[in-house]
């Protein structure tokens, strides 16, 4: 789009604007290994238009990536995805989606910083990949949750094994999703905010 010869400069959509009610607003980062749907869920969930990095997947990543169970994604996040959500009028949520592959993991020293809590999507077809990323939430102290998201072809197991297996404190809550629809979306993120609220009110969240 050519603006040239023209005194007005383009601004956010109308539907972008920050609700004027909104009285706070809170930081949450969605992460989980490669391919697991992250940018799925901001861009489902998001009431804006979400801003995307996603790049086109190129031979260089052969042998470094782990692509497995996801064969025909084509792109990837390389930098970050972000949404917004209104919980209430009151509050709203900025989503900041982290890309998947190991070798962008650098880049979540910045996204983390000043987030309240997150979102730990895992894919039942590769466990294996969740744990280094909920190690390192650990070692960071950020409050989060897990969601086990649906694939057709994803093995089902009941959450008490779930669980076991990704070594999660009794307290840390465990829910299924669809990162296509944003009701169930909308609702980890809800399961995030009061399990956020529980920390607050017994004094286990700084």
Not at 44 to 61: D, F, K, N, W, Y
Not at 108 to 119: D, K, Q, R, S
Not at 165 to 178: H, Q, S, Y
Request: glycine content about 10%.
């Amino acid at each position: 789009m050519d603006f040239k010869g023209s005194d007005t400069i383009p601004g956010p959509r109308t539907e972008d604007h920050l609700p004027h009610t909104a009285q706070a607003a809170v930081k949450i980062v969605i992460v989980g290994g490669f391919g697991v749907g992250k940018t799925t869920m901001v861009g489902s969930v998001s009431e804006i238009r979400p801003l995307t990095t996603e790049e086109t997947m190129t031979q260089a990543g052969i042998g470094v990536d782990d692509n497995f169970g996801s064969d025909t994604k084509t792109a990837t996040t390389v930098a970050m995805d972000f949404g917004r959500i209104s919980i209430t009028d009151q509050l709203v949520l900025y989503l900041f989606g982290t890309p998947g592959q190991e070798r962008f993991w650098f880049l979540w020293n910045g996204l983390f910083e000043g987030a309240l809590g997150a979102v730990v999507l895992v894919d039942t077809r590769r466990l294996e990949v969740s744990f280094d990323v909920i190690g390192r939430l650990e070692e960071r102290g950020v409050p989060f949750v897990v969601a086990v998201n649906s694939f057709p072809d994803g093995p089902r197991y009941p959450m008490a094994d779930l669980r076991t297996a990704l070594d999660l404190a009794p307290e840390i809550p465990i829910v299924e999703c669809d990162a296509r629809r944003r009701a169930s979306s909308r609702d980890v993120l809800m399961t995030l905010m009061r399990f956020l609220h529980s920390l607050a009110m017994t004094g286990a969240l700084t």
